[in-house]
């Protein structure tokens, strides 16, 4: 395994412009994984990328791209399943004899989110930008129900 130079690293302002976009998503917890993924598994620090692989992720975190699509999927599912979590915490639950197990109620959930959220629409018609208002809205009402 070769060491990078310094010189084949990344700049500082690189580095800053990549976490922005990550910022920008509310997928900065992401980061690592694709870090990771960028480098083959070598590194999950930007700093200990090379600069053709920053310049990659770059591009990959610019608006628009397919691999941002799919990571903004996988942000969105992970807000929404933060959501279901926290009304398994208040109790919005029922038995599903299917599952055999509690489940969320999603009328209920949905019945509220048309009511009191702050776009008053169902949970899945939220889009990325607008779920990390949705889940602190959320979070905060629990705190008051718990």
Known sequence: MTAVSEYDRPTKHMIR??????????????????????????????????????????????????????????????????????????????YSATQRRAVVDMARLDEWMVSYSYGHKPMQDYTIDELPRLVSQFELMTKTLV
Not at 23 to 36: E, H, Q
Not at 39 to 48: A, N, Q, V, Y
Not at 51 to 63: I, N
Request: with cysteine; glycine share 8%.
């Open 17 to 94: 412009c990549f976490h922005a976009a990550l910022a920008k998503r509310g997928i900065m917890d992401m980061k690592p994984l694709l870090v990771s993924q960028a480098s083959d598994g070598r590194t999950e620090h930007c700093g200990e990328l090379t600069l053709d692989e920053m310049q990659r992720l770059l591009r990959l975190a610019s608006p628009g791209s397919q691999v941002q699509v799919s990571v903004d999927v996988e942000a969105g599912n992970r807000m929404r399943r933060r959501i279901l979590s926290l009304c398994y915490t208040i109790g919005w639950t029922s």
